[in-house]
């Protein structure tokens, strides 16, 4: 196996445990757990979701903030709309028929 093919293989993999740890969290939530996870796709995707966050700021006629000063409710909602992110990340650099097998294959909750 070449560098590009495990490149590829490690993004998948990576795509399948930030949907997994998304779900986890829907289900059944906890204050760090939530941090936890929307800190690592901004990690990820540091200038990506930079722009995402803005543009929904702009949509919604919101204000940015820390994660850490928003309540619970605010950060469970923020659950999905990062899902949703990472979703629109994979189908972009992977395709809509390659993420619809790689749901299908692990049983993910999109």
Known sequence: MNYKELKKQKEVVDFIKDIKDLTEQQKNPTRDGMEKVILNIKNKYIIEVEMFELLTVIKNNGVLTN????????????LQSYKEFVIMKFIEKYGKENFNKIVKEYELEV
Not at 68 to 74: E, G, L, W, Y
């Open 67 to 78: 994660i850490k000063n928003i309540s619970n409710d605010n950060l469970y909602s923020k």
